[in-house]
């Protein structure tokens, strides 16, 4: 199993433009989650999907952000446009949901590295 | 309002001593509490699960407590070994829903 993929690792980009990062969650994963990583906050949840569906996007800072998830394999995380204080590491995770509640660990991708200039 | 917290140091110590993390949380009565690791450049790697009715849950040189009365859990390694250098998440099912918060983590360096 490859892992959860997510692309590109680096991005770096100029203020004002839009930004869009991917994921690929495990197959046979029906949740997946976008988080964002700085010094400052940590770990932040964004949103999150059941089933491609979004259930919380309570977490996504500003209506600069937007997600979708147009089917169980793939998943992407907009900007637009970007400024300076997005610049973090931006992680996609996916998880196996059963029941309504599930206790299962949430597997990450590698990251993907933005900085807005 | 909702907190997590972990030592924002680092800690230092020798290898073979046995390290302990602390993860203190208020406002939450999570369901259950997740342990990570995460080394630079990588994502978050899932290590342990506790749940609220459970006291301690081991894995091999892990132990983990949770205690629901003092809103805390600790983390230990034993036997530690520098291949065990990293920053360490705790992570709690709160905040309304099915998600997970994460506190900042702690790292730990464990020198030869």
């Known amino acids: 199993d490859a892992g959860v993929i997510q692309s590109p690792r680096h991005e770096v980009t100029e203020m004002g433009q839009e930004v869009t990062l991917r994921c690929k969650p495990i197959s046979g994963h029906n949740s997946l989650f976008w988080y964002r990583q700085t010094m400052m906050r940590g770990l932040e949840l964004l949103i999150y999907?059941?089933?491609?569906?979004?259930?919380?996007d309570s977490g996504m800072p500003e209506d600069r952000f937007s997600a979708k998830m147009p089917n169980a394999s793939f998943s992407t995380l907009k900007i637009q446009p970007s400024e300076p204080r997005d610049s973090a590491v931006y992680f996609c995770?996916?998880?196996?949901?059963?029941?309504?509640?599930?206790?299962?660990?949430?597997?990450f991708g590698p990251g993907t590295r933005l900085t807005v200039l | 309002s909702q907190k997590i917290e972990q030592n924002s140091e680092a800690l230092n110590i020798q290898e073979g001593k046995t390290a302990t993390l602390t993860c203190n949380y208020t406002?939450?009565?999570?369901?259950?509490l997740q342990w990570y690791r995460q080394d630079p450049g990588r994502g978050p790697v899932f290590l342990l699960l506790i749940r609220e009715n459970e006291k301690e849950k081991r894995k091999e040189r892990l132990k983990v407590t949770f205690d629901t009365t003092l809103k805390q859990s600790l983390f230990h390694i034993t036997a530690s070994q520098p291949a065990d250098s990293a920053t360490y998440l705790c992570?709690?099912?709160?905040?309304?829903?099915?998600?997970?918060?994460f506190g900042t983590g702690t790292q730990l360096k464990v020198e030869l």
């Open positions: 406002n939450y009565s999570p369901a259950y």
């Open positions: 992570a709690l099912l709160g905040g309304g829903g099915n998600k997970l918060t």
């Open positions: 995770a996916s998880r196996i949901r059963q029941g309504v509640e599930s206790y299962n660990e949430q597997f």
């Open positions: 999907f059941n089933n491609n569906v979004p259930i919380d």
